[in-house]
């Protein structure tokens, strides 16, 4: 069967229009998950909850947190990091697990993607400030005494923003990755409704279809399976307790497009299939 505009039958068009297709068919799932993943939005609020969601995160950074003041502590100040050194990281970890700590975070997190990343000017400054008060709240109520330095809190300067000229442009490659992902896309629109233009028949053009999209969802699930297994590598290898922790819970954030691609992929392949199924069944079905 032959249409004026599609499945017209000509079999070298049809055969170089689906190789074009599926060529960027290989970088389409690779280029639109890195898009979902860091282009399209944020991924560190996301990160930052799951991180200050798991105790052992928390606990880590709480006692990096600590050692880090006590090393340079002195006198009075020394002797009650070093008697209540477990009792305040219990106290810091407890506060990093509210939700006013994770709002502080995910604000900072928000505001370093729009400068570095979507070019915004009004981010400039961080004030962490906020963070540093609920610290203290949280020494404070293994001693009283540690709400002395609550004065030197209104001292603490925000932390300026700011994009060097040897610095990597991450607008620019935000914009020029966009671009690209987007150009993808109407390729293969293009060359699949021109493969469509010169296919033999409904039938072929469907199960053509169908193999692409399958091809879409194992090389998306590939990425995933492998994105997973190094960075559960990476992260056992570490010698830092902190990274050996973070690591797998950061690349999982950051590869979870590529699994929701995968899924997409196989719904319409089994749509595809399906169909297809349908439509060989009715013509083989007997008629009356």
């Known amino acids: ?18 190789l074009l297709s599926t060529l960027i068919l290989i970088f389409l799932p690779i280029a639109s998950g890195v898009y979902l993943a860091v282009g399209k939005s944020n991924p560190a609020p996301k990160i930052a909850h799951s991180l200050l969601a798991k105790s052992e995160f928390r606990d880590a950074a709480a006692n990096k947190l600590v050692e880090s003041i006590s090393k340079d502590s002195k006198g009075a100040e020394a002797l009650l990091f070093k008697e209540k050194a477990k009792e305040i990281r219990v106290a810091v970890s407890d506060a990093m697990g509210t939700k006013a700590f994770e709002d502080e975070v995910i604000g900072i ?14 981010a400039a400054t961080i004030d962490i400030r906020p963070i540093a008060a609920m610290a203290l709240k949280a020494f404070s109520t293994v001693n009283p005494l540690f709400s002395l330095a609550k004065d030197q809190i209104k001292d603490i300067a925000p932390i300026s923003l700011k994009s060097g000229d040897a610095d990597i442009d991450l607008v620019q490659i935000k914009k020029a990755f966009t671009g690209l992902v987007f150009i993808l896309w109407i390729g293969f629109i293009l060359f699949s409704a021109l493969y469509w233009r010169f296919a033999s028949n409904f039938h072929n053009g469907l199960k053509f279809s169908g193999i692409q999209s399958a091809v879409f969802a194992v090389i998306s699930i590939l990425i995933y399976l492998i994105g997973s297994a190094a960075g559960g ?6 010698t830092e307790s902190l990274a050996q922790i973070a690591i797998p819970i950061i690349v999982q954030s950051v590869i979870s497009p590529f699994l929701t691609l995968a899924i997409l992929g196989l719904i319409t392949t089994v749509a595809l299939v399906g169909y297809l199924y349908t439509l060989v069944k009715k013509q083989l079905k007997p008629s009356n």
């Open 233 to 238: 590598s990476i992260g056992s290898n570490s």
């Open 1 to 18: 069967m032959t249409n004026p505009i599609f499945l017209t039958a000509k079999r070298g068009p049809a055969i170089t229009f689906a």
């Open 109 to 122: 997190t928000h505001k370093a993607y729009d400068f570095y990343v979507d070019g915004d000017s009004q």
